[in-house]
């Protein structure tokens, strides 16, 4: 044991140990309090009023579909990928006696991706069932036939995201617009329809 707690907080395993510390922490204000800090919610580009092309897929967001992030809370992906991190770092290291040198730092780019994807498939099987609860644990929510605020603009080809008030909630959904037309900033729409991959609604601007 003690050996194990030298080498985690050696030079080439503290960040990595402080990580899954702090990530431990979080978990257990979450599971001991029920304190939601609203970080477990990936919920990208929420302050960019230009979201872009639904179709359009760069390096980021390709990792980002990866990693199911979008699909599944952040920090649950975050957790297994630095948890997974801090075990290949602590063990590689041991083995090869880097823990107190610089090429102990080496570890943490193979381990990265190694990690990367370990979480691939830890994650996959939580995807559907997520899938069927909002961001509190609650049945999901049936957006069809809603009406809510355009926070980001949007357009056939352009996806934006939309703001609607459930109850004491406030949730953000992506939509593109269903007939093409322009829908401007702080517009409010009425969404009709699901996308086929179930990645975005479809929106058409609401007259009150």
Not at 116 to 132: D, N, Q, S
């Amino acid at each position: 044991m003690e050996r194990l707690i030298e080498i985690s907080f050696a030079p080439a395993n503290f960040i990595l140990t402080l990580l899954a510390i702090i990530i431990l922490i979080y978990w257990l204000v979450i599971i001991f309090t029920g304190f939601d800090l609203d970080l477990a919610e990936a919920d990208a580009d929420i302050n960019n009023p230009e979201v872009g092309s639904a179709d359009g897929q760069g390096f980021w967001s390709a990792v980002l579909e990866f990693l199911y992030i979008g699909e599944l809370p952040i920090m649950f992906i975050l957790s297994i990928v630095i948890f997974c991190m801090w075990l290949i770092n602590v063990n590689v290291t041991a083995l090869l006696g880097i823990s107190d040198s610089l090429l102990g730092f080496l570890v943490y780019v193979p381990g990265l991706v190694i990690s990367m994807l370990i979480t691939k498939v830890v994650a996959r099987p939580f995807v559907k069932l997520y899938g069927h609860f909002n961001h509190k644990g609650e049945e999901a929510i049936d957006f069809i036939g809603k009406t809510g605020k355009v926070i980001s603009p949007m357009g056939k080809e352009k996806i934006g995201q939309v703001e609607i008030s459930i109850e004491n909630d406030v949730i953000r959904i992506y939509a593109k617009s269903i007939d093409g037309d322009f829908i401007l900033f702080n517009d409010t729409v009425i969404i009709l329809e699901e996308s086929s991959d179930k990645k975005y609604f479809l929106a058409q601007k609401y007259q009150l």
